[in-house]
């Protein structure tokens, strides 16, 4: 997702949540100020949870309002991250249940394009990199996923994990434990797969007419 996307995804998510909330009482925290510094974070994590990228800005929204909502519930000697991923973890275990959700895949959606620029050999493997961790995380199931990106991606305790998740901590040990297994062997899987699609595409470049 481009710059651009992010930028008009985040304004729309923000007009929406304005239209529907008022402002939160009981709480040191201003909604707007949290949004604009969290819009991104939940974006981010609503994909490597499962959410593609033509629902995002749907699944965004009704995180934003119950987050409003909530709000008041927020302990703030506690870490706000952990909290916000709770409500998109939720969200995300409801949009994969719909059928039609289960039945695609990543690789169904239109292809990203990528500016030419300089350094664009650097963007297109930053790209490559970032479709290869989805692609892997699609490996695992969701709540082995959660607790793999709160803590390896988003690089929370791992008993701020159980917490924020509800589950007990040697299970949070456990999902992280299976999680990286499956993800290694996911990530090896396709990176073979992705090799050899490159030297069959080269090899039938070199043997063109």
């Given at each position: 997702?481009?710059?651009?996307q992010?930028?008009?995804q985040?304004?729309?998510?923000e007009?929406?949540?304005?239209l529907?909330?008022v402002p939160a009482?009981?709480?040191?925290?201003?909604?707007?100020?949290l949004?604009?510094?969290?819009c991104?974070y939940?974006?981010?994590s609503?994909?490597?949870?499962?959410?593609?990228?033509?629902?995002?800005?749907d699944?965004a929204?009704?995180?934003?309002?119950?987050i409003?909502?909530?709000?008041?519930e927020?302990?703030?000697?506690?870490?706000?991250?952990p909290?916000?991923f709770?409500?998109a973890?939720?969200?995300?275990?409801d949009?994969?249940?719909?059928?039609?959700?289960?039945?695609e895949?990543?690789?169904?959606?239109?292809?990203?394009?990528?500016d030419a620029?300089?350094?664009v050999g650097?963007r297109?493997d930053?790209?490559?990199?970032?479709?290869?961790?989805?692609?892997?995380?699609?490996?695992?199931?969701?709540?082995?996923?959660a607790?793999?990106?709160?803590?390896?991606i988003?690089?929370?305790p791992?008993p701020a994990?159980?917490?924020a998740?509800?589950i007990?901590?040697?299970?949070?040990?456990?999902?992280?434990?299976?999680?990286?297994?499956?993800?290694?062997?996911?990530?090896?899987r396709?990176?073979l797969?992705n090799?050899?699609?490159?030297?069959?595409a080269?090899?039938?470049?070199?043997?063109?007419p």
């Amino acid at each position: 997702m481009t710059d651009r996307q992010n930028s008009l995804q985040a304004q729309s998510v923000e007009a929406t949540a304005a239209l529907h909330v008022v402002p939160a009482a009981g709480v040191g925290i201003d909604f707007r100020e949290l949004f604009q510094a969290e819009c991104s974070y939940v974006f981010h994590s609503l994909r490597r949870l499962g959410v593609h990228e033509r629902d995002l800005e749907d699944v965004a929204h009704e995180v934003f309002l119950v987050i409003h909502k909530k709000l008041h519930e927020y302990d703030p000697s506690r870490p706000l991250r952990p909290w916000i991923f709770a409500f998109a973890y939720r969200f995300a275990a409801d949009y994969r249940k719909l059928a039609r959700h289960r039945r695609e895949q990543i690789r169904d959606e239109a292809p990203e394009t990528v500016d030419a620029g300089p350094d664009v050999g650097d963007r297109i493997d930053a790209e490559r990199s970032r479709k290869l961790v989805l692609e892997a995380l699609d490996a695992l199931d969701l709540d082995k996923r959660a607790v793999f990106v709160m803590h390896e991606i988003d690089g929370t305790p791992i008993p701020a994990v159980a917490t924020a998740l509800g589950i007990p901590l040697n299970t949070a040990y456990s999902r992280l434990r299976l999680a990286r297994e499956a993800f290694t062997a996911q990530v090896k899987r396709l990176r073979l797969r992705n090799d050899h699609a490159r030297a069959v595409a080269a090899r039938s470049t070199r043997e063109a007419p």
